[in-house]
């Protein structure tokens, strides 16, 4: 079974304090892709990036990195230099491609507050 | 403009009267999902549709149908809501089979049933 873990249920930094948000996945399959998806205060839910297992380079983008470790099955999100408008709720995703259904499973979300 | 419409945005109803919560996407996207959110459960994936006249259920699909007629719609039907139904509703399109892309949400749909 495929399960998805953020055990940070919620997290308070200071403006410009850098915070790691984590996520730990389970599937027994080679093949996955793994995503993050912002969700504001406003509500609306938006993806940030997408990864699949078979590339474990690590991404920046701009304030925003990733580390993804096959190795302990985590997928790690990094903001630097974090600001009030990174306050929201981020949810991390895995897809499992196979015969049998194509469930898209999230993990339960982390809150985070940057306190200005 | 590329989206995803839901409607109605806010609903109160009262247990066991049927509702549809309408889905449209104009990107002309394969895959489509409804999920639901509640406090501390994060989402959680109701019923999801590859293609036309094909849905799957979920993780959650108790008390809920789908259809899938037109590619561009998927709406969401509860035949007799209650009040354990009553949670903020997105629904969901990505190209392809969904698996491998990332997934445009609507705005959500706030239900309460009393």
């Known amino acids: 079974a495929q399960k998805v873990t953020q055990a940070q249920t919620e997290i308070s930094v200071v403006e410009k304090e850098d915070v790691t948000l984590d996520c730990v996945y389970e599937?027994?399959?080679?093949?996955?892709?793994l995503f993050w998806y912002k969700q504001p205060p406003s509500g609306e839910l938006v993806f940030l990036i997408r990864?699949?297992?078979?590339?474990?380079q690590n991404e920046i983008s701009g304030r925003y990195s990733w580390n993804f470790q096959k190795s302990t099955s985590s997928f790690n999100f990094t903001i630097t230099a974090s600001q009030v408008v990174d306050s929201a709720v981020y949810f991390c995703?895995?897809?499992?491609?196979?015969?049998?259904?194509?469930?898209?499973?999230f993990g339960k979300g982390t809150r985070l507050h940057i306190l200005p | 403009e590329a989206q995803v419409t839901q409607n109605p945005r806010y609903l109160i109803t009262v247990t066991g009267k049927k509702l549809t919560v309408t889905c449209s996407q104009n990107m002309n996207h394969e895959y489509m999902s409804w999920y639901r959110q509640d406090p501390g459960l994060g989402l959680r994936q109701i019923y999801y549709?590859?293609?036309?006249?094909?849905?799957d259920k979920g993780d959650v699909p108790e008390g809920y149908k789908v259809s899938r007629k037109e590619k561009r719609n998927f709406p969401l039907i509860l035949e007799s809501p209650s009040p354990n139904q009553t949670s903020l509703y997105f629904c969901?399109?990505?190209?392809?089979?969904?698996?491998?892309?990332?997934?445009?949400f609507g705005p959500g749909t706030r239900l309460t049933v009393t």
């Open positions: 969901a399109s990505s190209p392809g089979t969904g698996r491998a892309y990332e997934q445009y």
């Open positions: 995703a895995l897809s499992v491609p196979g015969w049998r259904d194509d469930k898209i499973i």
């Open positions: 599937t027994r399959d080679t093949t996955y892709y």
């Open positions: 549709s590859m293609n036309v006249e094909v849905t």
């Open positions: 990864r699949n297992s078979f590339d474990e």
